[in-house]
């Protein structure tokens, strides 16, 4: 009895490895033409200032904030993926977020597998950080892209090595007491401080395999950086929350 279980566990584990390794891509079909690149002036020097009311979540020093942050090489105020993704400790629904990437210096793989990482708003809506400097791979998945929905406006990629920015406005989705979508996600991004999405309607949680989907959530949730076996650098991470309109509401 015993070791028909642990057979039928074999059977079932192999079959799931089988699985996994065939997984299909999702496409949604749409062609879309070809962002322009454009030249977005010269990286920054230093960091960014940071606002008085930002919750700073990475200042160059220590990766606290992070669940994971400890697997993340810190050197030179800057940290380096490695290992696995982290997961910050604080959660988040409406905000701004501002985060500085560089993709490595020495150029190694092509499309996908250059300096892939990517930032994910409530743990599940991916802005796509790639090199997509004089990089090809598909227009929704390059650098900036809402991944898989949404290829950014124009391609304002610097050069590898070189320090980029994120600027984001993000409106969390809401929903019904019944699991409906009462109002869609919307995100705004600066690239490089070029606006590369205007206030974007999500479509839901973006994935490789499959088509975007919402699935009803907290108000609040991490935000997450990806390991996708590059190793891409970050520095000055920080998030403000007062992003509400002071319209409609009780003085
Ligand atoms: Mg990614």
């Known amino acids: ?52 009311d930002a919750i700073v979540l990475f200042d160059g020093k220590d990766l606290s904030a992070w669940e ?22 604080q959660k988040f629904g ?4 501002h985060l500085e990437f560089a993709t490595p210096s020495k150029v190694e793989g092509s499309g996908q597998g250059r300096g892939n990482s990517g930032l994910y708003l409530m743990g599940q809506y991916e802005v796509q950080i790639l090199d997509s400097f004089d990089n090809e791979t598909y227009f929704d998945g390059q650098c900036a892209a809402i ?6 406006t124009v391609n304002a990629n610097r050069k590898p090595g070189e320090w980029q920015t994120y600027d984001i406005v993000f409106t ?19 690239h490089n401080g070029v606006a590369v999405h205007n206030h974007f ?24 950086i990806q390991f996708h076996g590059n190793a891409t650098r970050f520095r000055n991470i920080w998030v403000r929350e007062n992003v509400d309109p ?3 509401k009780k003085p």
Request: charged residues 15%; negative net charge; hydrophobic residues 35%.
């Open 1 to 52: 009895m015993q070791t028909n279980v642990f057979v039928s566990l074999g059977i079932l584990v192999a079959g799931t490895i089988a699985t996994a390794a065939f997984v299909d891509e999702y496409k949604s079909g749409i062609v879309w033409p070809q962002p322009p690149v454009i030249d977005a002036g010269p990286a920054p020097t230093a960091p960014a200032p940071v606002p008085s």
């Open 68 to 89: 994971g942050g400890e697997h993340w090489p810190i050197e030179d105020g800057a940290a380096t993926t490695a290992k696995g993704g982290i997961t910050s400790k």
């Open 94 to 97: 409406d905000c701004q977020i």
């Open 147 to 152: 991944y898989k929905q949404q290829p950014p």
């Open 172 to 190: 969390a989705p809401r929903f019904a007491e019944n699991g409906k979508v009462e109002k869609p996600g919307y995100i705004t991004v600066l």
């Open 201 to 224: 309607e999500l479509q839901g949680a973006t994935s490789y395999t499959e088509p975007p989907k919402y699935t009803t959530h907290a108000d609040k949730l991490p935000l997450h």
């Open 246 to 248: 002071l319209i409609g």
